[in-house]
């Protein structure tokens, strides 16, 4: 099972969880799975494109997935997802 870590914004979208095990397969996979148990989850992450948000930040073992195969890129077993939305203001 991967492991996907919710940031405290986004956990009211499911059910106060931290992180959400999951079989692995792509980034993209696995937040449909957490958006079938958790409605409107997704609606955060992604914008009226269909494409993650740009202040959206998604890690897999700490490397982020615009330099990997973005969306696509697979999640094994053991391996940890990290979803960080950008901080702003001043």
Do not use: H, W
């Not at 930040?57 to 490397?63: E, L, T, Y």
């Amino acid at each position: 099972m991967a492991t996907v870590f919710i940031p405290t914004p986004l956990r009211k979208f499911t059910n106060n969880k931290s992180r959400i095990s999951l079989p692995s397969g792509t980034v993209a996979a696995l937040f449909s799975e957490v958006e079938n148990s958790c409605p409107g989850f997704k609606n955060q992450l992604y914008d009226a494109d269909g494409a993650i948000k740009r202040y959206i930040n998604v890690f897999v073992n700490g490397k982020d997935i615009r330099n990997l195969a973005g969306e696509q890129t697979l999640v094994e077993d053991r391996d940890d997802v990290y979803i960080v939305p950008a901080m702003a203001g001043g």
